[in-house]
């Protein structure tokens, strides 16, 4: 209220799924409405409304559109006008996008008022009568981003500079560049044609900058090297020129072209993004002479925003709103919305269970490790439920996060490595959430899809699954009551789905998920493949196998995505009337996805696993840590490691998704791999680290950027970084050291060493430490030119020691001997060289 009073408003029960909300305000004047779910504002809350209490003569507003709204759709509020008198009627809309109004006269003193905003964010809704405000104006209208589908795409762009320094290997090295104002960010090192050392990076000021080159964390000779920007280096948003009709009008189910030209605007990145009612596939020609052709093809009607940044700050006229008019893709969408509880807090001790259903599998192909937060792992119980449905079982040790890996056939099944928490939770939300099964990846049209979602990790919420495509969906949800539920989804018609899961309005990783449908029956479902070789898959060399047709009639076709993401097109050809050949060669080790396609119908089991690579190539021993998964500023260098030792050789793909992108690389270091990234806007990054396809546990790491915004807002920029890494081995620490019982002050030492020392011959004592208990003993050498080169220490049995070393500078030198922490009788000792 404005008095700032609180009252509580009235909820009711429409046993349908909704609730209504009655609330009788007791003064005028603006209120707000907050309306909460587990302690979370639900989308669009608080919501801000103005009361009035003048019934005539005056200009007043209300309705849904003054408060709340979903980008992309009609938003309305109705204004009053009866016995206002004259005066002119003025309608604005401000916000982080472009609003088209229609007004329409009812003829009855009120005028109905329609705006649709492309994008999500926080709009001013200003009504005017006869050049002043109405009662409320201007209303500040809360829109959120509901079913909008994105797609985007990045053009790199950047300036090379030479260092004038030759490097023969640059493997191991790495650089930052450092502006007059301070602004680091990591830049790529690549060897120049010339055989000189050359960085690629985008600038932003003008002015002397620094670039620090590194080679195993020590500078290289030289570093730091200044380099100067121009100013017409800098990459200038303003100075982008774009042009072409598909900037506020497309057609669905075609290629709507727009020309980009930057050939005066300097050097920089640029990112194109497409939101809308569908995700549109984006196409992208480089004319190598600093223009681009960028084209969108729609699949459904409405308004998009697209989204076009040069060097991180938006284009002139950018976000552009388009409007798309043509036929649909009739695309069905049907979703349910269930409650998930917390689960219980699990204490030390105590029977731990994580469950998970796979159609189609044995229990005697299944194996589970669970791996403590001290590092320890040992094999877990699995219990077969029957229908497919499997329990791990295992009683933990000690509190903190556990790595739970399930393997089918020596592969982790989707969703494993698994994150268990000992103990409280420390971090909820969206991205704790994860799904996996054969129904996100395929199916057959009229039988029942099935996978599973872990919440356990993400607390209590609204989990939230939406399937869309050809047909409309039936589905069915079966909580397990233990953090896990199971989920059950059929359609009649073959062809392509996606498969939404939200936890608090949010997706989760990897959502939405692709789905091939193959139809129940025909020519496809009889189509087998061969057996697929499964050891000695290696990367370069080629991988086949045969594929019986069972006379089917028709072509097939086929693609490989590796672990990076990467696509890449297989060789398939006919050997015979009824059998056909695959072969691929294989670019990156990692789980590797085969999609083969039957007159453009999936075939049965398509898209199916290979792994390519070492057998001991494990994402559940990958882990990362550092200050750059905690938190960052804006402007500001920081980073994380990614331990890979002992985790074989395999793919490390880490991308970054946050309100900016980020300048970022990836270099080798004793322990794994060293991401270095620099945010330019403040706001929630999330990081995802994947080993051979697979989240390592912890990813998405939620990351908090402060500071203030270097480059403009995005929604969800993202950038990415792919790695082949190589073998290590981890340096194995002590858990602790002996405990040692010793009396330093009992320990003897004799011999012309203690006194006098002969350069460049060996001189020698003893030490005698056989009644002063167990301990280490440790002699060092400091001479006038620092410590001795040579000191041989060897244990003659007994703790009896012989100790020889030779000096090569006449002078005084100091001579420690220690017996655990303690020197023994008279250390130091003064020696004299001759």
């Given at each position: 209220?404005?008095?700032?009073?609180?009252?509580?408003?009235?909820?009711i029960d429409?046993?349908?799924?909704?609730?209504?909300?009655r609330y009788?305000?007791?003064e005028?004047g603006?209120?707000?409405?907050?309306?909460?779910?587990?302690?979370?504002?639900?989308?669009?809350?608080?919501?801000?409304?103005?009361?009035?209490?003048i019934?005539?003569?005056?200009?007043?507003?209300?309705?849904?559109?003054?408060?709340?709204?979903?980008a992309?759709e009609?938003?309305?509020?109705?204004?009053?006008?009866?016995?206002?008198?004259?005066?002119?009627?003025?309608?604005?809309?401000?916000?982080?996008?472009?609003?088209?109004?229609?007004?329409?006269?009812?003829?009855?003193?009120?005028?109905?008022?329609?705006?649709?905003?492309?994008?999500?964010?926080?709009?001013k809704v200003?009504?005017?009568?006869?050049?002043k405000h109405?009662k409320?104006?201007?209303?500040?209208a809360?829109?959120?981003?509901?079913?909008?589908?994105?797609?985007?795409?990045?053009?790199?762009?950047?300036?090379?500079?030479s260092?004038k320094?030759?490097?023969k290997?640059?493997?191991?090295?790495?650089?930052?560049?450092?502006?007059?104002?301070?602004?680091?960010?990591?830049?790529?090192?690549?060897?120049?044609p010339?055989?000189?050392?050359?960085?690629?990076?985008?600038?932003?000021?003008?002015?002397?900058?620094?670039?620090?080159?590194?080679?195993l964390?020590?500078?290289?000779q030289?570093?730091?090297?200044?380099?100067?920007?121009l100013?017409?280096?800098?990459?200038?948003?303003?100075n982008?020129?774009?042009?072409?009709?598909?900037?506020?009008?497309?057609?669905?189910?075609?290629?709507?072209?727009?020309?980009?030209d930057?050939?005066n605007?300097?050097?920089?990145g640029?990112?194109?993004?497409v939101e809308?009612?569908?995700?549109?596939?984006?196409?992208?020609?480089?004319?190598?002479?600093?223009?681009?052709?960028?084209?969108?093809?729609?699949?459904?009607?409405?308004?998009?925003?697209?989204?076009?940044?040069?060097?991180?700050?938006?284009?002139?006229?950018?976000?552009?709103?388009?409007?798309?008019?043509?036929?649909?893709?009739?695309?069905q969408?049907?979703?349910?919305?269930k409650?998930?509880?917390?689960?219980p807090?699990?204490?030390?001790?105590?029977?731990?269970?994580?469950?998970?259903?796979?159609?189609?599998t044995?229990?005697?192909?299944m194996?589970?490790?669970?791996?403590?937060p001290?590092?320890?792992?040992?094999?877990?119980?699995?219990?077969?439920?029957?229908?497919?449905?499997?329990?791990?079982?295992?009683?933990?040790?000690e509190?903190g996060?556990?790595?739970?890996s399930v393997?089918?056939?020596?592969?982790?099944?989707?969703g494993s490595?698994?994150?268990?928490?000992?103990?409280?939770l420390?971090?909820f939300g969206?991205?704790?959430?994860?799904?996996?099964?054969?129904?996100?990846?395929?199916?057959?049209a009229?039988?029942?899809?099935?996978?599973?979602?872990?919440?356990?990790?993400?607390g209590?919420?609204?989990l939230?699954?939406?399937?869309?495509g050809?047909?409309?969906?039936?589905?069915?949800?079966?909580?397990?009551?233990?953090?896990?539920?199971?989920?059950?989804?059929?359609?009649?018609?073959?062809g392509?789905?996606?498969v939404?899961?939200?936890f608090?309005?949010?997706?989760?990783?990897?959502?939405?998920?692709?789905?091939?449908?193959?139809?129940?029956?025909?020519?496809?479902?009889?189509i087998?493949?061969?057996?697929i070789?499964?050891?000695?898959?290696?990367?370069?060399?080629?991988?086949?196998?045969?594929?019986?047709?069972?006379?089917?009639?028709?072509m097939?076709?086929g693609?490989?995505?590796?672990?990076?993401?990467?696509?890449?097109?297989c060789?398939?050809?006919?050997?015979?009337?009824?059998q056909?050949a695959?072969?691929?060669?294989?670019?990156?080790?990692?789980?590797?996805?085969i999609?083969?396609?039957?007159?453009?119908?999936?075939?049965?089991?398509?898209?199916?696993?290979?792994?390519?690579?070492?057998d001991?190539?494990?994402?559940?021993?990958?882990?990362?840590?550092?200050?750059?998964?905690?938190?960052?500023?804006?402007?500001?260098?920081?980073?994380?490691?990614?331990?890979?030792?002992?985790?074989?050789?395999?793919t490390?793909?880490?991308?970054?998704?946050?309100?900016?992108?980020?300048?970022?690389?990836?270099?080798?270091?004793?322990?794994?791999?060293?991401?270095r990234?620099?945010?330019?806007?403040?706001?929630?990054?999330?990081?995802?680290?994947?080993?051979?396809?697979y989240?390592?546990?912890?990813?998405?790491?939620?990351?908090?950027?402060?500071?203030?915004?270097?480059?403009?807002?995005?929604?969800?920029e993202?950038s990415?970084?792919?790695?082949?890494?190589?073998?290590?081995?981890?340096?194995?620490?002590?858990d602790?050291?002996?405990?040692?019982?010793?009396?330093?002050?009992?320990?003897?030492?004799?011999?012309m060493?203690?006194?006098?020392?002969?350069?460049?011959?060996?001189?020698t004592?003893?030490?005698?430490?056989g009644d002063a208990?167990?301990?280490l003993?440790y002699?060092?050498?400091?001479?006038?030119?620092?410590p001795?080169?040579?000191?041989?220490?060897?244990?003659?049995?007994?703790?009896?020691?012989?100790?020889?070393?030779?000096?090569?500078?006449k002078g005084?030198?100091?001579?420690?001997?220690?017996?655990?922490?303690?020197?023994?009788?008279g250390?130091?000792?003064?020696?004299?060289?001759?």
């Open positions: 209220m404005p008095s700032g009073k609180l009252d509580k408003p009235t909820i429409n046993h349908d799924g909704t609730v209504s909300v009788d305000p007791k005028e603006s209120h707000e409405l907050q309306i909460k779910y587990n302690s979370d504002h639900i989308q669009g809350s608080p919501f801000k409304f103005h009361v009035d209490t019934s005539s003569g005056f200009v007043t507003a209300h309705g849904s559109g003054l408060t709340h709204g979903i992309g009609p938003c309305n509020f109705t204004i009053y006008t009866k016995g206002a008198g004259a005066g002119g009627l003025s309608v604005a809309v401000e916000g982080p996008s472009k609003a088209e109004i229609n007004c329409h006269d009812n003829k009855d003193g009120t005028v109905g008022v329609s705006y649709v905003p492309a994008a999500p964010g926080e709009y200003t009504v005017k009568f006869a050049d109405i409320g104006s201007p209303f500040t809360k829109i959120t981003g509901e079913g909008r589908k994105r797609n985007q795409i990045s053009v790199g762009h950047s300036s090379e500079v260092l320094v030759q490097e290997d640059v493997k191991n090295l790495n650089a930052s560049i450092v502006a007059p104002s301070g602004l680091e960010e990591p830049c790529f090192v690549k060897k120049l010339n055989g000189h050392l050359g960085i690629s990076f985008t600038p932003r000021e003008a002015g002397k900058h620094e670039v620090h080159v590194k080679r964390g020590k500078p290289i030289g570093s730091p090297f200044p380099i100067n920007v100013e017409k280096e800098i990459g200038d948003a303003s982008v020129r774009v042009s072409g009709t598909a900037l506020k009008e497309g057609k669905t189910h075609k290629a709507n072209e727009i020309n980009i930057t050939k605007a300097g050097y920089g640029l990112s194109f993004s809308g009612p569908s995700k549109a596939e984006i196409q992208c020609k480089d004319n190598e002479d600093g223009s681009l052709k960028v084209s969108y093809c729609p699949l459904e009607p409405g308004y998009y925003i697209i989204n076009l940044k040069f060097a991180d700050h938006h284009v002139p006229g950018s976000p552009f709103t388009v409007k798309v008019t043509g036929e649909g893709s009739n695309i969408r049907e979703h349910i919305k409650q998930r509880d917390a689960v807090v699990t204490d030390v001790g105590s029977e731990c269970r994580l469950t998970v259903k796979m159609p189609g044995s229990a005697f192909d194996a589970a490790k669970v791996t403590s001290s590092g320890i792992t040992e094999d877990a119980e699995i219990l077969d439920m029957d229908d497919f449905l499997y329990a791990v079982h295992f009683v933990p040790k509190v996060v556990h790595t739970v393997r089918y056939k020596d592969i982790h099944i989707p490595p698994f994150q268990f928490t000992v103990g409280p420390h971090e969206a991205h704790r959430v994860h799904a996996g099964g054969t129904g996100l990846e395929r199916g057959i009229g039988e029942a899809c099935e996978f599973n979602v872990w919440t356990r990790e993400a209590a919420g609204s939230a699954i939406s399937v869309e050809p047909s409309k969906a039936e589905i069915d949800f079966k909580d397990r009551k233990d953090g896990s539920c199971y989920v059950s989804y059929k359609v009649q018609d073959a392509e789905y996606r939404g899961v939200k608090n309005e949010q997706h989760i990783p990897d959502s939405p998920f692709k789905v091939y449908m193959m139809p129940q029956s025909g020519d496809t479902k009889k087998e493949v061969g057996a070789p499964e050891a000695n898959l290696q990367v370069n060399k080629p991988v086949a196998f045969t594929i019986q047709m069972n006379g089917a009639k028709g097939l076709d693609k490989v995505i590796s672990s990076s993401g990467a696509e890449d097109d060789f398939v050809a006919p050997i015979d009337d009824d056909w695959l072969r691929f060669v294989p670019k990156e080790n990692g789980i590797h996805q999609h083969v396609r039957h007159n453009g119908m999936h075939i049965p089991q398509s898209p199916f696993r290979i792994r390519i690579g070492q001991d190539a494990d994402p559940a021993a990958v882990h990362a840590d550092g200050n750059g998964l905690k938190e960052c500023k804006t402007g500001t260098k920081t980073d994380f490691i990614v331990d890979t030792c002992n985790a074989g050789a395999g490390l793909a880490v991308t970054i998704d946050g309100p900016s992108k980020v300048s970022m690389d990836c270099t080798e270091v004793e322990e794994g791999y060293k991401v990234y620099t945010p330019l806007a403040p706001g929630d990054y999330y990081i995802i680290i994947k080993y051979n396809g989240h390592i546990v912890g990813s998405p790491f939620k990351v908090h950027c402060t500071g203030s915004a270097v480059a403009d807002y995005g929604e969800h993202i990415s970084v792919v790695v082949e890494t190589v073998s290590k081995q981890a340096r194995q620490k002590a602790n050291l002996p405990r040692f019982h010793s009396n330093a002050m009992k320990v003897t030492s004799k011999g060493g203690l006194k006098k020392a002969y350069s460049h011959k060996q001189n004592f003893t030490v005698n430490c208990g167990n301990n003993l002699v060092a050498l400091y001479g006038p030119k620092g001795s080169e040579e000191v041989y220490i060897k244990h003659m049995g007994r703790n009896m020691y012989q100790v020889n070393y030779v000096v090569k500078e005084d030198y100091v001579l420690i001997i220690k017996y655990g922490d303690d020197h023994i009788p250390s130091p000792f003064k020696v004299e060289s001759s």
